[in-house]
């Protein structure tokens, strides 16, 4: 709220002028009418306004990026070099879009299982699931396509890795990958469709998505946890939306630049030799830390499981439980306990096996 | 040299020692800031005769006594115990120089400590008239303390006219005595402001804690006001050359040694302008809404903030413990040349006495000289590792870049920016290569194995 000594002459002109122009009123009504639930859970209620804050650095430092980037299979790693070590804070930005990729990625992960952990995709919110669900695959694809463009060494082998699992995917998966590479092996055809995804489609399908995302969350407003539902009417607290989440809201965005920061300026980051399309892979070679879990898992899924192809098995394996998350809604509606713990148990199962593999990809 | 050495594996004895400081700072900055802060508030409280502002200093002044007093001595002492242990040689000289200061801080010290006990068992014992003069005596001896230690920082980077007169009133009030402390000030109105905001959220009557909440938000005015005019200030006072290095890291920032520094002043730049819009989004537009977790996550921000700032003030002054007199490591400017020909292993009575059993024996000899010269800034395998800094060289490209290191030359030693030049003769440095080049062994063997004959990439491979 504006406090009393500001709202001067001045101030109600500038009021007045908005609001025969615009529907401030409305507006103001709206975000005062909308509130926040307060319990001990309500921390993971900015997963969601953080995401959307870096995923707005994202657009700008990719714009700024793109200036200088050059989508070509000679002078691609040479531009980012460049963008690295000649252009003035050029490698600001390109610290800072790598950084603010991985947050990105990290805080949708954590978004992502906390309002399942809250059971926030029951009814009515069961459209708002399924376009965040959309989101993180979107966030997963910005990352895979994005890692190949500085066509350095690790980045080429991930992508030509990448690209043989998916081929494995039955029936579609060889004409995707097919379609995707631009045709049998990683090269100019290559980066000119990931760059095209990664600036183009991607930015445009997020937009969309996320605007029908934020679209079901002003419609229902934040969703109140079970326990917090069964709560006397006294006990039930409240926060107004506007102003006093908002500046909250404000504060938690300010932190997480800050963290975001400091990251780019103590480890600004960094970019390996020219990719060698002849040479044999560098040893050891991992994907990026979001893709290392069914990395890990494929890796250990022996080569044949009965009459199956061992990655075939892992990938049909991953899918049901991709399939298993689309369809919690629908299973877990809140009307029975025993779903409600099924789903729980389900979830930690997931998150717990995530972390596991992760952990293991990154020490072995 | 002289006195025996700490190892700190990994980790790095300066981390040590930082890690402590920077903990000590940020809780004496908030003693002398918070006995200010005391003194004002309780002015205030007398003035309006307002009983509510006497309980909320009371029960704030409980955990700032205790904290400053206790956490201040055991971290004060904390740095001066791993400082002897980590660069004795150093601490040494500092001491030699301010014999006199030490003592004086100490006795201020002192008299804070007891002022301010006297003060937190006095509430409701004496007349409000005599508990607010405690309370402003509490105020200026912990300012006296800062008015001390302030002259033998800022002499650590500035000494000025001390190098040539040697007289110790030029060493304390030196060119960035005045600048500093203005800064320090400020800054400890800040944090003093921050703190109390924590006590603030603790209260119940909202309107007395909006009041509250927002003078309290005010005592991060003044930092904000004349901070950057004092901040100019005091860079118009540092020497060129130091200048020199903070703007070749913001040409070409990312890349290359110097960087750090102009790394470190945009972050420390970033996090001030955080916390201050931090202050107006939260406390004073918000005051309803400014909740304990919030405004520890404020402290967090300020602790962050300091941190940076003192870390940077430190690397301001690299490769010196005393600008242009004594090295981080130890050794005096001036006795370089002479070291180089009579040899550096046998000047200091401790480092005379390890190598003593072992004269031949060269890699033990190479390890002594690492340990008394680099060590102060490097790790083997850990922080600052020589392992990677090393990277590939072998034993001869080893003596190559130490002979370059061994240059007094700024033209010849492109390094004398960043670390002292190596003080040894031929064979030392020939020993302390032997030493180097057992270190980094993964790494060259690393660069003949970096690619598998192999070329399938499948994953399932096994
Ligand atoms: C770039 C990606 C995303 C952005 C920017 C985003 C943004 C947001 C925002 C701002 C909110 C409202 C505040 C909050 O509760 O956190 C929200 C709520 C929500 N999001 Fe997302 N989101 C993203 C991805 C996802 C993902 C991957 C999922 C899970 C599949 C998801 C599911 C939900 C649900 C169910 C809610 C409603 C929560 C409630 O009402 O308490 N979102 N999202």
């Not at chain 2, 945009?266 to 201050?276: A, D, E, N, R």
Request: hydrophobic letters at 50%; aromatic letters at 14%.
């Amino acid at each position: 709220m504006v406090s009393e000594s500001s709202q001067s002459r001045n101030g109600n002109f500038l009021q007045k002028f908005l609001k025969e122009r615009l529907p401030v009123e409305e507006l103001q009504h709206l975000a005062e009418k909308k509130k926040v639930p307060v319990h001990k859970h309500s921390v993971w209620y900015y997963m969601g306004g953080i995401a959307a804050v870096l995923f707005a650095i994202q657009v700008i430092t990719g714009v700024l990026l793109m200036v200088y980037y050059v989508p070509e299979i000679n002078s691609a790693h040479a531009s980012i070099l460049k963008i690295n070590s000649q252009i003035n804070f050029g490698w600001f930005i390109r610290s800072l879009h790598s950084w603010s990729a991985n947050l990105m990625i990290a805080v949708v992960i954590i978004h992502l299982f906390s309002t399942y952990f809250m059971k926030a995709y029951r009814a009515p919110r069961e459209f708002t699931w399924w376009t965040g669900l959309v989101m993180l695959v979107v966030c997963l694809a910005f990352g895979f396509t994005g890692y190949l463009l500085p066509w350095d060494d690790v980045s080429f082998f991930a992508t030509k890795i990448g690209l043989d699992v998916a081929s494995k995917i039955p029936a579609i998966g060889g004409l995707i990958a097919y379609m995707l590479r631009g045709g049998d092996i990683v090269s100019q055809a290559t980066i000119s469709r990931f760059f095209m995804i990664h600036v183009a489609v991607l930015p445009l399908v997020t937009l969309a998505v996320l605007g029908a995302h934020m679209f079901f969350i002003q419609v229902h407003g934040i969703a109140e946890p079970a326990f917090f539902k069964k709560l006397p009417e006294e006990k039930r607290k409240y926060e107004k939306f506007f102003p006093e989440f908002m500046f909250k809201d404000i504060l938690v965005w300010l932190l997480a630049a800050n963290v975001l920061f400091v990251l780019t300026m103590l480890w600004p980051w960094g970019i390996g030799p020219e990719a060698d399309p002849f040479a044999a892979a560098p040893l050891g070679i991992k994907p990026e830390w979001y893709f290392l879990a069914p990395f890990q898992f494929l890796k250990l899924i022996p080569p044949m499981v009965g009459p199956i192809e061992g990655e075939l098995f892992g990938i049909i394996l991953m899918s049901l439980v991709g399939l298993g998350f689309v369809l919690v809604p629908i299973y877990d509606t809140g009307v029975s306990e025993s779903r409600s713990k099924i789903s729980t148990a389900f979830g930690t199962f997931v998150l717990l096996g995530v972390i596991l593999f992760s952990l293991w990809g990154a020490l072995s | 040299m002289n006195y025996p050495l700490w190892v700190v594996p990994d980790l790095g004895g300066s981390w040590v020692i930082g890690i402590i400081s920077i903990i000590h700072i940020f809780i004496s900055h908030f003693a002398v800031g918070g006995g200010i802060y005391l003194a004002f508030a309780e002015q205030l409280a007398y003035k309006r005769k307002d009983e509510r502002i006497y309980n909320f200093l009371k029960s704030h002044s409980r955990f700032f006594v205790l904290l400053t007093t206790v956490a201040g001595a055991v971290t004060g002492v904390g740095i001066w115990f791993s400082v002897s242990l980590v660069s004795p040689d150093g601490i040494a000289s500092l001491i030699q120089c301010f014999t006199l200061a030490w003592a004086e801080e100490y006795l201020f010290f002192v008299a804070e400590l007891a002022t301010a006990f006297a003060y937190y068992y006095t509430w409701d014992r004496i007349s409000r008239e005599q508990h607010l003069l405690l309370a402003r005596l509490y105020a200026i001896f912990s300012v006296f303390t800062l008015v001390i230690i302030n002259g033998v920082l800022t002499f650590m980077l500035t000494p000025g006219k001390w190098l040539s007169s040697h007289w110790w009133f030029d060493g304390v009030f030196n060119p960035t005595y005045f600048p500093s402390l203005a800064i320090r000030l400020l800054i400890m109105l800040a944090i003093a402001g921050m703190y109390a905001l924590v006590t603030c959220t603790r209260i119940e009557e909202p309107k007395f804690r909006t009041f509250m909440v927002r003078y309290c938000a005010k005592w991060l005015l003044p930092v904000f006001l004349l901070g950057p005019v004092c901040m100019l200030w005091f860079l118009s006072q540092v020497p060129h050359s130091v200048l020199g290095t903070i703007f070749t890291g913001i040409q070409n920032s990312g890349v290359g040694n110097f960087s750090i520094l102009a790394r470190a002043l945009y972050i420390s730049l970033v996090l001030s302008g955080t916390i201050l819009l931090f202050a107006f989004f939260g406390p004073f537009l918000n005051p309803r809404g400014f909740t304990f977790k919030v405004a520890i996550l404020f402290m967090i921000c300020g602790f962050a903030a300091t941190g940076t700032t003192e870390w940077m003030r430190e690397m301001l002054r690299k490769p010196y413990v005393v600008y242009n007199y004594i090295y981080s490591n130890g050794i005096h400017k001036d006795e370089i040349e002479k070291i180089a020909d009579e040899g550096f292993l046998h000047r200091g009575k401790w480092s005379t006495a390890l190598t003593a059993a072992t004269p031949t024996d060269e890699f033990h000899n190479g390890e002594i000289v690492f340990r008394y010269q680099c060590m102060a800034c490097h790790t083997e395998k850990g922080y600052r590792s020589m392992k990677k800094l090393l990277g590939q060289r072998d034993e001869q490209a080893i003596i190559s870049f130490l002979q370059i290191l061994r240059e007094r030359d700024p033209q010849k030693n492109n390094y004398s920016n960043i670390m002292p030049p190596l003080a040894a003769n031929d064979a030392e440095m020939k020993s302390l290569a032997k030493y180097l080049a057992s270190i980094n062994t993964d790494e060259r063997e690393k660069n003949t194995a970096h690619r598998s004959p192999a070329s399938d990439h499948s994953i399932s491979m096994k």
